[in-house]
């Protein structure tokens, strides 16, 4: 726990605290979510490999946009991030059919806007990646909108920019991890405005809980592609016939041992770094 410090709010699996009138605490828990169901079994250093992930991304990026993150603590799920006045969207870049789009693009034949060419197959590779973005849902899923829905909460000129720039990142860290075997077929951004005005990259970046991981050697276009962290729980979940209203089930200790190795498998892939030194020194990916 951090010192005394006021909790601002809770996501799913994630904790965010107030420092001071400039600093928040962003920390990791090791809890994950499947079927939209947080399950009641941790699995151990999740937060850390996606703090760490994070951070590297961070690191990364930050001659496309400059991003939140002021220091990266030393247990390794905790980050100090610059407060910022967020964007009220989500910044979503699609390089794949999957999800909301592939239902979207099989009901109407366009995604947010994007219309896209006939009789593409689930998870199919698009020509050019696009922007996506969705409302933030308080309660249930974020929706997608077009591009005049997403000018009506953002002006046009600060539109213009975050789709440039989220595109640029996705096609930065996507090409990155096609290079190491990781498609990464979606990503979810999330940007904030610093006191001068400027367009700052926030809250978690490229992790598998923000973006869709899938593993490069078993992608078969028209179908639903495994994932390259869950599917180990999510396959268990599905066959002890849990139907997916909470409570999630507990998770036997061969799967938590699998989908742990699959996290840390993935930080290794991406970052080239063993994870045993990010827990001696988290600061790792940042040099
Ligand atoms: C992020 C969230 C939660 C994790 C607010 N740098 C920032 N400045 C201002 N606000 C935020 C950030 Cl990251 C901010 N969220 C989403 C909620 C845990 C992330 F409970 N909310």
């Known amino acids: ?11 799913k699996v ?7 009138a400039e600093r928040l605490l962003l920390v990791a828990s090791d809890r994950i979510s499947t079927f939209d169901v947080v399950l009641p079994t941790d699995i151990p250093d999740k937060g850390r490999v996606l703090t760490g992930l994070s951070a590297f991304w961070f690191a990364r990026t930050g001659s496309v946009v400059p991003n939140h993150l002021l220091a990266l603590r030393d247990d390794g799920r905790s980050t100090e991030c610059k407060r910022l006045t ?11 059919l999957s999800g909301s789009a592939w239902k979207d693009y ?7 806007g994007h219309r896209l060419p006939p009789n593409l197959v689930e998870s199919e590779r698009l020509a050019e990646p696009i922007f996506t973005p969705a409302t933030k849902a308080t309660a249930g899923h974020d929706e997608n909108i077009d591009r005049a829905a997403a000018v009506e909460l953002v002006g046009e000129s600060r539109f213009d920019e975050v789709e440039r720039v989220a595109l640029e990142l ?9 290079a190491r075997g990781i498609i990464l077929a979606d990503t979810k951004l999330e ?11 926030a809250d978690e970046a490229f992790t598998p809980d923000s973006s869709r991981f899938w593993p490069a050697q078993d992608y078969e276009p028209g179908r639903p592609q495994p994932s390259f962290d869950k599917q180990y729980a ?12 909470p409570p999630g089930p507990e998770l036997p200790e061969e799967i938590v041992a699998g989908t742990r190795a699959r996290y840390v498998e993935a930080f290794e892939r991406l970052t080239e770094i063993a994870f045993d030194d990010y827990l001696a020194d988290p600061e790792v990916v940042l040099r």
């Open 1 to 11: 726990m951090p010192e005394a410090v006021l909790h601002v709010g809770s996501g």
């Open 14 to 20: 994630r904790e965010l605290y107030a420092l001071d």
């Open 86 to 96: 967020m964007l009220p969207i989500e910044c979503v870049v699609r390089g794949y």
């Open 106 to 112: 099989v009901t109407t034949g366009a995604v947010c």
């Open 170 to 178: 996705y096609e930065l860290a996507a090409e990155h991890a096609q």
């Open 191 to 201: 940007f904030g405005v610093d006191g001068d005005g400027r367009l700052v990259l």
């Open 234 to 245: 999510r396959d268990y979940c599905e066959s002890i016939g849990w139907d997916k209203t």
